[in-house]
T-cell receptor, first 117, second 112 residues
Framework: GAVVSQHPSWVICKSGTSVKIECRSL??????MFWYRQFPKQSLMLMAT?????????EQGVEKDKFLINHASLTLSTLTVTSAHPEDSSFYIC?????????????FGPGTRLLVL | RKEVEQDPGPFNVPEGATVAFNCTYS??????FFWYRQDCRKEPKLLMS???SGNEDGRFTAQLNRASQYISLLIRDSKLSDSATYLC?????????????FGSGTRLSIRP
């Protein structure tokens, strides 16, 4: 299957700092990428949909000024958690949709664990 | 009503048993359907797409019932390694766009 990478895999930071997470599709072009957050023992929650070359679409309750998304190319989307606080500690997962596949399958990155102290 | 609903489980079955999960969806215009598995503290991985005619991949069989708006996953001869959370995923079509919706997952635990 298609490969999606995420970097970094772990982040520990102090409260108030900003954290940037990269999501790359390695062997296909992804016009659409998705950013999810997952708290322990809970389901994936979609935060935003990122379309290459345009502004991201945020889900209700997700602050766009807090979670900055940039999708500058067909293989890279970034999520920046600005002024992170302990309640932002979570597992952040990106996925990329392979538009070339018949059923538009989503492939997930390995996730980034963020711990804000 | 949630757009995609799953029985959260947990399902606790002995090794070798057959287990089935159902997932219902609310949008009749939904286009494509998938089952993903997620291991603890890992990202979801695609298990199989679900086609209208039903499809089988080894011990796994997926079926789609559009009339009743549900999909199912059957696991035969379950292995210890099948223990995971199984996520039902539906690509729903709305007026001008489509949206991927995840179910909350069904936890499966296989015991020796």
């Amino acid at each position: 299957g298609a490969v999606v990478s995420q970097h970094p895999s772990w982040v520990i930071c102090k409260s108030g700092t900003s954290v940037k997470i990269e999501c790359r599709s390695l062997d296909f072009q992804a016009t659409t990428m998705f950013w999810y957050r997952q708290f322990p023992k809970q389901s994936l929650m979609l935060m935003a949909t990122s379309n290459e070359g345009s502004k991201a679409t945020y889900e209700q309750g997700v602050e766009k000024d807090k979670f900055l998304i940039n999708h500058a190319s067909l293989t890279l989307s970034t999520l920046t958690v600005t002024s992170a606080h302990p309640e932002d500690s979570s597992f952040y997962i990106c996925s990329a949709r392979d538009g070339g596949a018949v059923h538009e399958t989503q492939y997930f990155g390995p996730g980034t664990r963020l711990l804000v102290l | 009503r949630k757009e995609v609903e799953q029985d959260p489980g947990p399902f606790n079955v002995p090794e070798g048993a057959t287990v089935a999960f159902n997932c219902t969806y609310s949008n009749s215009a939904s286009q494509s359907f998938f089952w993903y598995r997620q291991d603890c503290r890992k990202e979801p991985k695609l298990l199989m797409s679900v086609y209208s005619s039903g499809n089988e991949d080894g011990r796994f069989t997926a079926q789609l019932n559009r009339a009743s708006q549900y999909i199912s996953l059957l696991i035969r001869d379950s292995k210890l390694s099948d223990s995971a959370t199984y996520l039902c995923v539906v690509n729903m079509r709305y007026s001008s766009a489509s949206k991927i919706i995840f179910g909350s997952g069904t936890r499966l635990s296989i015991r020796p």
